[in-house]
């Protein structure tokens, strides 16, 4: 039996959860025998229990316990979402796995991308990829930013990407909860975006939701990703919301909708994964670069810079698009990153399986 620890983000965003669902399916194909995952939280900051992120108790606990340990996937080089005790880290005695992790960059007033306050630090970063037997990035921009610092870091994309070949139990929702679109939302002041846009976003988005009305998706919801969205989406009235912390509920509000018009990268990659229309709207590196990893960036929207309005009803008009370039990147990029995924992870199971 293989113990294998999993260091990832357990915060109030089911987007995590999403990811990894899709982990655990290229992980427990790499391995064909018994395996236990034993997730821990990335860090405490969420939770009410210490025991977190690379520390010397889970350091401890891996070492003695564990046959190897995976860190991610998410976002997980910036928010301070992942807890580094260094000397822990140089003590650890598994191979150590970094699975589709990113680092992005914010707009500050002059639109421009800058740092975020909250970034790990480099020679964090250096460290742990240092450490790794395996360093997979989420996307272009976090690939090269590792590798600039003297990483090894290999593409790999995004597991949710693969969600229409992972088993799930779907959940049966009421017709109440069926709906013509979704926007899912992320409340503005969490958005790290200038404030003038933040107080923007409310406007915007009662235009967007009369613009759906007006092309025919009469029952329109929005979708929070997490409780704190839920004040906002509170304050429309001419609309209702939709909120779980369950994943495949979740998941199952995506497949029962016609169009999901979304702010929020882990609606919109499973969604093009399980073939629902989708539009993307992005407002920081970390989105802009995974869209462009997934060859996907002429049809993502960027509330910054793009006119918001008019860009969305023109992928409205031309959702018809969507299909044929899902259908030509599935063969081509997609099918790419799906092996990097299964090359790595069966890599990394034959490190922990030849020292067993």
């Not at 930013?145 to 779907?170: M, R």
């Not at 992320?186 to 409310?202: A, D, F, H, K, N």
């Not at 407002?283 to 002429?298: C, I, V």
């Not at 910054?304 to 959702?319: C, F, H, K, P, S």
Request: with cysteine; glycine share 8%.
């Amino acid at each position: 039996m293989i113990n294998l620890y999993s260091i990832r983000p357990k915060g109030f965003n089911v987007g995590n959860d999403v990811i990894f669902v899709g982990l655990n399916h290229f992980i427990r194909q790499a391995f064909p025998g018994g395996l236990n995952i034993i997730a821990l939280p990335a860090t405490g900051k969420y939770e009410a229990q210490k025991k977190a992120g690379l520390s010397s108790q889970t350091v401890y606990e891996i070492n003695q316990f564990g046959d190897g340990v995976i860190v991610g996937g998410g976002n997980l080089y910036e928010n301070g979402e992942l807890e580094i005790n260094s000397t822990a880290l140089k003590a650890l005695e598994r191979p150590l796995m970094i699975f589709s992790v990113s680092r992005g960059k914010i707009y500050n007033k002059e639109l421009k991308l800058v740092d975020r306050t909250d970034v790990m630090t480099d020679s964090n970063i250096a460290l742990i990829n240092q450490h790794a037997a395996i360093s997979l990035s989420r996307d272009h921009a976090t690939h090269d930013y590792v590798n600039n610092l003297g990483g090894s870091s290999i593409l790999g994309g995004c597991p949710t990407l693969f969600l229409d070949e992972v088993p799930q139990h779907e959940v049966q929702i009421t017709d109440e909860d069926r709906t013509d679109a979704l926007i899912s939302i992320r409340t503005p002041t969490l958005m790290s975006i200038p404030v003038g846009y933040q107080y923007e976003l409310r406007g915007q988005m009662a235009a967007l939701i009369e613009l759906l009305r007006a092309k025919g998706y009469r029952k329109v919801k929005i979708l929070c990703h997490d409780h704190r969205d839920i004040p906002f989406a509170a304050s429309f009235d001419e609309v209702d919301y939709l909120y779980t912390e369950d994943v495949f509920t979740y998941l199952s509000f995506l497949r029962n909708t016609r169009l999901n018009l979304t702010f929020r990268l882990h609606s919109f990659i499973p969604c093009v994964a399980l073939g629902v229309p989708a539009i993307k709207i992005s407002y920081d590196q970390r989105a802009l670069s995974m869209l462009d990893t997934l060859g996907m960036d002429q049809w993502n929207i960027n509330l910054l810079t793009d006119n918001l309005l008019q860009e969305v009803e023109n992928r409205i008009d031309n959702l018809g698009d969507l299909d044929g370039m899902v259908q030509h990147l599935r063969q081509g990029r997609w099918a790419d990153l799906r092996q990097t995924l299964v090359t790595n992870c069966a890599r990394f199971a034959e490190m922990i399986c030849e020292r067993k």
